[in-house]
């Protein structure tokens, strides 16, 4: 079902609101971000423990702030680099898209289709009550899958573009599920930038 359009979509479900833009970058800068943050980050890649079992995490990880505050999730406490200039413009401009200030950006980089990131929700506690989670897309093209806990009805994938932006608000973290699944086609790296606000 497709949901969005080319251009700047918001969309009002049960318990949440999106927004996507799948142009917020033109594709020369997002090309460079991807190369740039590809490169330069110090990524790292943590153990995650599931039902007792311990595995490397099927992807690659940094997080930066304007601050010193952690931040834990699963388990795994991140410590903060310092936002770097590239961060700090990508920040300021979806800023004064939707009028909301961001404290820190979590950055996942997906190899290829092996990497995934299973069905969760961005609910910690340090997030506040109703999160605003921007997320930025660059790299390869790999579908976003969300879905209702309890209406089984509600369920969407949307492909999330080289330079989109894509917004969760209201109570989204509350009553959805999300995720980015594994694939066995061939497909290109993605760096997901998805900056939130630590209380």
Do not use: C
């Amino acid at each position: 079902m497709d949901l969005f359009s080319e251009e700047k979509t918001t969309l009002k479900l049960p318990n949440a609101e999106l927004i996507y833009i799948p142009n917020f970058l033109s594709t020369f800068r997002a090309t460079q971000y991807f190369e740039d943050l590809k490169e330069i980050t110090n990524w790292q890649e943590d153990n995650i423990t599931i039902f007792g079992k311990t595995y490397k995490q099927p992807r690659l990880t940094a997080l930066f702030a304007e601050n010193n505050t952690p931040y834990t999730y699963s388990n795994i406490t991140m410590h903060p680099q310092p936002l770097t200039p590239e961060l700090l413009n990508i920040k300021k401009n979806i800023e004064q898209e939707i009028d909301h200030r961001f404290t820190s950006v979590l950055l996942n980089l997906y190899r290829d289709g092996s990497d995934s990131n299973g069905w969760h929700a961005d609910n910690e506690k340090e997030l506040g009550k109703n999160p605003v989670i921007a997320s930025v897309s660059l790299g390869a093209v790999r579908p976003f899958h969300f879905k209702h806990r309890t209406l089984k009805e509600e369920r969407y994938k949307l492909n999330l573009e080289h330079g989109s932006l894509l917004i969760m608000k209201g109570e989204m973290q509350h009553h959805w599920l999300h995720q980015i699944a594994k694939t066995k086609k061939e497909i290109g790296s993605r760096i997901n930038l998805t900056f939130r606000t630590l209380l």
